[in-house]
Structure formats: structure tokens, C-alpha cells
């Protein structure tokens, strides 16, 4: 490499660990100026916010090089808080009738997020029935999918099967299928 590149190389890396220094260095002042003074601070985007007072730690972890605050509240998801992880095993059986419905009780409050379906088993037609924002959905299901379906609160997530028509699922032989359903709760 010639002088003059390797010198620029040189000149160039020296700009960037100043930056780097400067930067630390109002980090420190930031973190000098909340130990003095209790405040709340956003730790996380979207996070709540804590209050620091004279009894709370905060530093530098210097083995991992992030900031640590003892008081943080806990939290099921730092990066999505209220989010709450969501998975159940669903099954119908369709008995001596066309179709079954078997529901997936979503908590008072909450809303379910749907973001993985896998079909463990089925004869049949196998769709999954929501109601999101008062509106009706009906989703047909095979095999595994990442999808992204909402259900509101109260049993408006169903596991739906139905007989194929023209299949050997004929009368005393019922249409049944089985589901995993994986996603997150959220508030309302």
C-alpha cells in the first residue's frame, strides 16, 4: 500500500476513535447529570418510564456495554412492553355433523395476534374463523404458514373443520382437525 493511502487510512481511523471519544464523553455528562438529578428517562423506545432516585444504581456494565438501571420495571418484552406471548394447541371434531367450531378464548382486554398456524391433523377443510374490529374473517389453513391474523377479545377465534364434500368423510365419519396457534396478546 502507498505512503500517502496508508497515511489517509490513518488520518481517517484517528477521525473516527475522536468521534468515539466525544461521544462517551457527553454520555458520561448525561449520565453525570441524571445521577444529580431525579428524573424519568426512556430507557427503551416504548418503554415506561422510571424515576431514578438516591437509592437507584445506574452505570456502565463494562463487560456486556450497556447501561444498567436497577429499578427497571419488569416486562414480558423490553422492546414491546404490554405484549404478552400467546400459544394453544386447538382441536374440533365434527361428530355426526357437516362442521365444528371449537374457540380460542382471547382475554377481557386483550387482543390476540396470530403470527404462526401449523395443522397437526385434519380430514377435513380446516379454516381458522376470527372477528377483529367487528368484522368477520375466514382463513383457510394447510400445513404450516406465518401469518398475521387479529381476534378481539372473548371467544372470537375459532378452529373451524368441515366435511369434504364428495370425500370419504361420509355420514359416522366425522371431520376433525387439530391446530397450534402462536402469537402475542396485546391491550386494548
Known amino acids: 500500500m502507498p505512503e500517502d ?44 418510564k422510571i424515576s431514578l432516585t438516591d437509592h437507584n444504581k445506574v452505570g456502565i456494565d463494562p463487560e456486556s456495554n450497556h447501561v444498567v438501571v436497577d429499578n427497571f ?61 367487528g368484522v368477520n374473517g375466514k382463513y383457510p389453513l394447510a400445513g404450516s404458514q406465518v401469518v398475521r391474523i387479529y381476534a378481539d377479545p372473548g371467544p372470537l377465534a375459532l378452529l373451524r373443520v368441515e366435511k369434504i364434500p364428495g370425500s370419504g368423510t361420509g355420514p359416522g365419519q366425522p371431520a376433525k382437525a387439530t391446530i397450534v396457534v402462536s402469537g402475542h396478546l396485546v391491550k386494548v
Open 73 to 133: 420495571p419488569e416486562m414480558r418484552d423490553r422492546n414491546a412492553p404490554g405484549v404478552e406471548a400467546f400459544q394453544q394447541q386447538v382441536s374440533a371434531n365434527s361428530g355426526l355433523g357437516n362442521e365444528a367450531e371449537t374457540a380460542i378464548n382471547v382475554p377481557p382486554g386483550k387482543r390476540l395476534v396470530i403470527e404462526y398456524v401449523s395443522v397437526l391433523d385434519s380430514n377435513g377443510l380446516v379454516y381458522l374463523r376470527t372477528v377483529a374490529g
Open 5 to 48: 493511502e496508508m497515511v489517509g487510512l490513518l488520518q481517517q481511523m484517528l477521525t473516527q476513535m475522536d468521534s468515539q471519544q466525544q461521544a462517551l464523553v457527553r454520555l458520561t455528562e448525561v449520565l453525570d447529570q441524571y445521577l444529580k438529578d431525579p428524573v424519568k428517562v426512556d430507557v427503551v423506545a416504548n418503554a415506561p
